[in-house]
């Protein structure tokens, strides 16, 4: 479902190039659980932002669902990912002035032009995360584990092939995040869902498939 083939990823400024990514290829099948671990700066984030289409790599080729994607443009990218993918943050990275309803929706935007249809899915979507008695709520008005539930709705409205997760339970105690890993194991185990999360909590870690260790931008494990 990804396969990355010697991927590197430098950052340049006018002083100081980082090496972030040294190399890494790795193939992450369909229906495949995968978890990341690796100290603070060692290129978890900037690997999954590159599987993400979020941010180029220096080196490398990726390909998706079996597609080079290095060769689109911008805009088929930009479809692509809005398609293909969905994505989790620890911070959750919702609008705090739009309803939970409303958030849900967001991804919908650019492919169903159809209000009652956007309505429909969000509101199917919140169901499966059980936050069905939330949908007019702003997002202030939730617990962390309930804002959370709200991003994965968004993240899974659209019906993506993919989940990328980064640090998903990492601001939760850890009955939430259970509750959180909970959810994102039926989904993979239920739609067969592909999810890549990264993670600081080996127990976390230990409940999926498969175990990716990075050190320095190198995979170790
Ligand atoms: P970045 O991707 O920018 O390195 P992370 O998402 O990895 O940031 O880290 C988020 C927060 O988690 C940071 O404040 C970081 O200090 C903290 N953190 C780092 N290591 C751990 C750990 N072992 N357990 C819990 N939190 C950690
Ligand atoms: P992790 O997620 O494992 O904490 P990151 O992928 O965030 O690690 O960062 C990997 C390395 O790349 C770090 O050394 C970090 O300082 C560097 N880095 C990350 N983003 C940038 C950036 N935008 N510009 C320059 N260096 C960066």
Do not use: W
């Not at 689109?72 to 692509?80: E, I, M």
């Not at 009652?116 to 702003?138: D, I, M, W």
């Not at 039926?186 to 175990?211: C, F, W």
């Amino acid at each position: 479902m990804i396969r990355l083939q010697n991927i590197e990823k430098v950052y340049r400024t006018d002083t100081v190039e980082t090496l972030a990514i040294n190399g890494i290829s790795l193939d992450i099948a369909k229906g495949e659980f995968l978890s990341i671990m690796g100290p603070s700066g060692c290129g978890k984030s900037t690997l999954l932002n590159i599987m993400g289409l979020l941010d180029e790599p220096s080196k490398g080729n990726i390909k998706i669902d079996e597609q080079d994607i290095s060769r689109f443009s911008d805009q088929k990218l930009a479809k692509f990912r809005n398609q293909k993918l969905g994505f989790i943050f620890q911070s959750y990275h919702l609008i705090n002035d739009l309803r939970v309803l409303d958030n849900v929706e967001l991804p919908l935007l650019y492919r169903t032009s159809s209000a009652k249809e956007r309505k429909v899915l969000a509101t199917a979507a919140l169901e499966k995360v059980g936050l069905s008695n939330r949908l007019k709520h702003f997002p202030t008005q939730l617990s962390g584990g309930q804002r959370q539930r709200v991003a994965i709705a968004r993240a899974i409205v659209g019906n993506p092939q993919i989940i990328l997760a980064d640090e998903p339970t990492g601001n939760l105690d850890s009955a939430m995040g259970n509750e959180i890993m909970d959810i994102l194991i039926n989904l993979n185990k239920n739609e067969g869902t592909t999810i890549v999360m990264v993670t600081h909590d080996e127990s976390m870690a230990h409940k999926t498939h498969r175990l990716v260790r990075l050190f320095d931008g190198s995979q170790v494990q």
